[in-house]
């Protein structure tokens, strides 16, 4: 059992999504109005701090300039977090957190989600994805402008 648990982490920890993606320099979501929405898709205590974790999100964004609103009729772009999490027979928790930003876009009859930005990554941890989920977002959320 050791060796498909030592198998699992070392997958998770190299396993990377590849995409293309084009980044206009010139865009900044300081010129828009953004929904914070905020996923639990973990099981059995593999990620607890939600509500924290939300307002962590919404200071950092407030704090560089970002228009936070809460009723997401009223707003341009939503910018959502999720995790999706479960734990092992062994008590270790893997899983995923996604970040992305996205508009509904309309294009003549049709509404399009149109999405401007987007990062994910896979994880284990013995205990939850607390603190994993608080230091990767440090690192994504500068990504926006």
């Not at 699992?8 to 828009?32: H, P």
């Not at 341009?76 to 508009?103: E, P």
């Amino acid at each position: 059992m050791r060796k498909i648990i030592c198998l699992l982490i070392i997958i998770l920890g190299t396993a990377n999504t590849l995409s293309a993606q084009y980044i206009d320099q010139k865009f900044s979501i300081k010129e828009f109005k953004v929904f914070v929405q905020v996923l639990d898709k973990a099981t059995k205590g593999c990620w607890t701090n939600i509500s924290e974790t939300k307002q962590y999100i919404k200071n950092k964004l407030s704090e560089t300039g970002v228009q936070v609103i809460d009723d997401q009729s009223k707003t341009d772009l939503t910018l959502k977090f999720s995790v999706v999490a479960q734990r092992t027979g062994h008590g270790w928790c893997y899983g995923s957190m996604d970040l992305n930003l996205t508009a509904n876009v309309i294009i003549g009859q049709y509404m399009v989600l149109g999405t401007f930005y987007e990062q994910n990554t896979v994880d284990i941890k013995a205990q939850h994805f607390n603190n994993a989920a608080l230091n990767w977002l440090d690192k994504r959320l500068p990504e926006l402008k």
